[in-house]
Each structure stands twice: as C-alpha cells, then as structure tokens.
C-alpha cells in the first residue's frame, strides 16, 4: 500500500510562507507526475501545482510567482513553498501521485493551511 505522508501545515499571517512537504513510501520515480491540491472551505479541490519526472512545473493562476513546487530525489520528498500567502489561500493542501504504472492515483490525508489576515 503507496502512502504519501505530508507536513508542514500550519497557521500564519498573511504576507508569510509556509513550506509543505510530501514523502511517499515508494520512489518517487514509480510516479510520474506529482502535485498538490487543495480544497478550501465550501470549495471544489483544485490543482496549486505539479511537476513531472522531468522537473517541468506547472501552476494555478492563482499561486503563479508566489509558490514553487519541487521534489528532492536524494531525500524522497516533493515540496510546495508558499510564500506571500493570502487570506484565500486557507485550504486543506493534498499531495497527489500518478504512478507510471497505471492504476488508480495515490492521495496523501491533507495538511492544514490558515492564512489570518
């Protein structure tokens, strides 16, 4: 069974920064594209970003020039850092992994995010 263990939620004030981080129990290489998502309060979740096996990154209008999603393959692990962070931004932050083998995504459980103005 693939979990992806996430961290680094929390409560901060706007205009600050979080960095979240997301470590699967598998290689990152069985996955070929992972990303993060989020659901705020009466919302559909939506894509903030995702990168490739090939680092190529893709983002939410919304986030554009503010977060930047990376994966660090010595350490396992694939971060979204979150800067100048808004009100808007409060959400449950997911991590999601599409294996390169087919089959159904993995998801991680959703880390907090509460932005105070």
């Known amino acids: 069974q693939v979990q992806l263990v996430e961290s680094g939620g929390g409560l901060v004030q706007a205009g600050g920064s979080l960095r979240l981080s997301c470590a699967p129990s598998?290689?990152?290489?069985?996955?070929?594209?992972m990303g993060w998502y989020r659901q705020g309060p009466g919302k559909q979740r939506e894509l903030v970003a995702s990168t490739t096996n090939s680092r190529s990154a893709n983002y939410a209008d919304s986030v554009k020039g503010r977060f930047t999603i990376s994966r660090d393959n010595a350490k396992n692990t694939m971060y979204l850092q979150m800067s100048s962070l808004k009100p808007e931004d409060t959400a449950v932050y997911y991590c999601h992994a599409r294996p390169q083998w087919g089959g159904s995504n993995y998801w991680g459980q959703g880390t907090q995010v509460t932005v105070s103005s």
């Open positions: 598998v290689a990152m290489f069985n996955f070929d594209v």
